[in-house]
Structures are given as C-alpha cells and as structure tokens.
C-alpha cells in the first residue's frame, strides 16, 4: 500500500480529497433525515390578529412532519412569496399582509419572538407556535 | 533584498494585488470558487514575506468595492494568515506543487472555522457549532475547488510567475 501511496501521491490525495468531500456531502444531505426528528409530536398553532378583526384561532396539530413550515403547508393556512428555501408569509387563515401598509406577519415560540424562519424552524413535542398580524416595523 | 519597498516593488506589487482582485471579481458568481488563495500562495512562494503588501492591499480593494461588514474581520486576517503560512512552509512550498494543493485544499476548509470561532466568542459556542456546520457543505466545495486548481495549474503558474517576477526586477527598464 505504502509503495503504491509513494508511486502516485497525486492519485492518492485526489482520491483521499474526493472521499472526504462525498462523505461530508451525504452527511449533510441526510442529517436532517434522522429518525430522532421523526417521531410523533403534538404541537399547537395560534393565528392572532388583534389589529381590526380581534380574530383568534387555535389549531391542535399531531404530526410526524420536522419543521413548522411544513405543518403550515400540510393545514394549508398560509400563503408565501420569495423562493421555496426562504420562503416569507404574506397570508394566513385568508389574512393578507399589504407591505404597502407596513403590515406583516411575525411568530413566536412559546412567547418568545422566534430567531428563525418557518422553515428552519423544528418543531419540538408540546410547543405552542403562535403567528401574531402586525403593523409597523417598532 | 533591500529592506526598503522601492518604487518599482511596489508598482510590480500592487499590480499583483489588482491581478488577485480582477481574479476575485472574475469568479465572484461561483460560490466558493476563488483563484485568491492560488495566487496568493505561488506570489508568496516567489516574492516571499513581502507578499504581505499584496494581501492587505488586496483586502483594502475588497473594502473599497464592497463597502466593510462581518466578513472584513475574516479577510483582513486569514490572507495575511495564510501569507505568513505560506512564507513558514515555503522551502516544502517550492518544491512541491501537491504539497501546495493540500495545503490550499486545508486552508479552503478551514476558511469559514475562523468566522466561527468569531461567532463563538459573540453569539456563544453553540451558535458558533451550527454556523459551521451549516456551512459545511461550501466548506467543502472551497476545499475541493482549491485543491484541484492548484494541482492544474499550479505547476505551470509557478514557473511562469517565477520568470515574469526575474525578469521585471532585475532587468533595468
């Protein structure tokens, strides 16, 4: 092996290099997959709007799905712009956001303003998600 | 090699420094994919320590054309890093064009580490952990993409830096 090493260090690294760049690749490709982030998790879901319409609505949602974004799409609440990896909410429960009017929807992870988007946002057993209708950016 | 920069030095090295950032600029819409470090790295092997000049004018274009952000505390270290690096390792350096690809396919990696450790030290160890790890997969194409370029063309480069580099300082205009 050595001998071979030492007749083609070139074809060596190459190879080692490859190796070590597919095996990063596929890890990071299927890390999201991981059973631990499949198992069954009852969440719940408020959509407030406080604004005009003093409007609230509570969904109690069992799932096996991994982040919040997916579970919007499965109830089939939301609407988005923007490209399918960050994606921005516009509408929810038939409540449209006019950016015109500095109007925009923003969520909290059990009371707490969230740090992330929808969609990198996993979902945890026995949260609550709550989607709050704003207006004004203070 | 005086101490002093003369006139001509420091017109052949910020014409190297505008060369790394046309290079820059030329690959800028391939994610990962630079000639920066390539050429900094045979620049080095040639004209040595001073090579320096040619990272921080380099950094300094960069500021100038992009305007300064997170990413400035990164450049205005790792290039100069990777210079003195570079100058540590140089006899290996020369002598080995392989040696420079896996050297460069290390640096390329570990690009992004370093904002990590920034990161750590403000956002907290974790946040720090995740940026990386989020990153990985640019990581890799930076590390991948370094490599082969330099295993291609370092060789050939080498020589021809080596020649132009002689033939512009010791020859009187």
Known sequence: MRKLIRSYPRAFCSLLIIVLAAIMFFGFRNYPK?????????????????NALHYTNTYEVTTKSITLGEIIDELGIVQYSGSTINRYITS??????????????????NDEFAQTGVDSTNIKDGDKYTFVFNVGYQ | MSKKLTVKEMLILTMCAVIVFTCKIA?????NIELVTFMLILLTCIIGIRTIYIAFIYVMLEILFYGIGFWVCGYIFMWPLLV???VLF?????????????FS?????CFDLFYSIIICMISGFWTGIMYFLAGILFSTVHMISN???????????????????????????
């Open chain 1, 34 to 50: 991981d059973e631990q982030l499949q198992t069954e998790k009852r969440i719940t879901i408020e959509v407030v709007n406080d």
């Open chain 1, 92 to 109: 929810l429960d038939g409540m449209e956001a006019d950016e015109t009017r500095k109007e925009w929807w923003g969520f909290y992870i």
């Open chain 2, 27 to 31: 690959l800028a819409s391939l994610p």
């Open chain 2, 84 to 86: 003195c690096l570079t």
């Open chain 2, 90 to 102: 140089k006899k290996k350096m020369n002598e080995s064009n392989l040696f420079r690809a896996v």
């Open chain 2, 105 to 109: 396919a290390l640096f390329g990696f």
């Open chain 2, 147 to 173: 490599y082969f370029i330099m295993l291609l063309l370092g060789e050939k480069l080498h020589i021809f830096l080596g020649k132009l580099y002689i033939s512009y300082m010791y020859t009187e205009p």
